[in-house]
């Protein structure tokens, strides 16, 4: 299928944010390898893998499966994020690769953008607004607004709804398997651009190498 008839069928275009849009899960990753450490607990990389895309209950189940800790999990992920939000306004918020051009090139093509992310609300808005990009975007949502996370579809189908796009009408960029799973079940166009986890992907997810490779589908 050529890009064209892709984007011929496609109205709204759903980011999520975290390894798509900014490479924050390799510096998240590090936060947290050296927070757990701190605690006197072994970083689990399947942990670490599990956790992505996911919020915060999500999580703390996760958390209780992998550590027998009595340590309070929304306490432990408050206290990265705050070491995470310093380090991104002190040193800055790294774009992926071909970012820009991506958000030019379907804004050209008169497409609607919208962000859908796990992350908290003020950590998007603020990556965005210090990178300059706020005003690509028709709709911005967070998943702690939602009582289910990715994998569940209910954050782009609110994304959906709130634009009056059909959902058959939507694409999704994603790099974790929580959010190309739920794109699926939200009967969207899933698009795959791996970041620090790779997995099977079923034959319908299309599987770009960086968000560039948008513009040659």
Avoid at 46 to 57: D, Q, S, V, Y
Avoid at 98 to 104: A, D, H, I, R, S
Wanted: with cysteine.
């Amino acid at each position: 299928m050529d890009k064209n008839s892709i984007f011929n069928q496609i109205d709204c275009v759903i980011f999520d944010m975290d390894g798509l849009m900014f490479d924050t899960e390799i510096m998240a990753e590090r936060i947290w390898k050296s927070l757990l450490t701190e605690h006197n607990l072994v970083p689990n990389q399947e942990f670490l893998n599990k956790i992505k895309g996911r919020n915060i209950p999500d999580q703390t189940i996760l958390f209780k499966k992998y550590y027998n800790s009595n340590l309070d999990y929304s306490k432990l992920k408050e206290e990265r994020n705050i070491k995470l939000e310093h380090e991104l306004r002190t040193e800055g918020v790294p774009l992926k690769k071909g970012l820009v051009e991506c958000l030019n090139y379907l804004k050209s093509i008169n497409k609607t953008l919208a962000v859908a992310s796990s992350s908290d609300k003020h950590l998007i808005l603020d990556n965005l607004k210090d990178t300059n990009l706020l005003s690509y975007f028709s709709y911005i949502v967070s998943g702690e607004d939602f009582k289910q996370s990715k994998p569940n579809p209910e954050i782009f189908l609110n994304v959906s709804e709130h634009l009056k796009i059909k959902p058959e009408r939507c694409m999704v960029l994603e790099d974790s398997e929580a959010g190309i799973t739920a794109a699926l079940r939200a009967n969207m166009q899933a698009v795959w651009i791996p970041d620090l986890v790779f997995f099977s992907i079923p034959k319908e997810v299309i599987k770009l190498n960086s968000l560039l490779d948008i513009l040659h589908i």
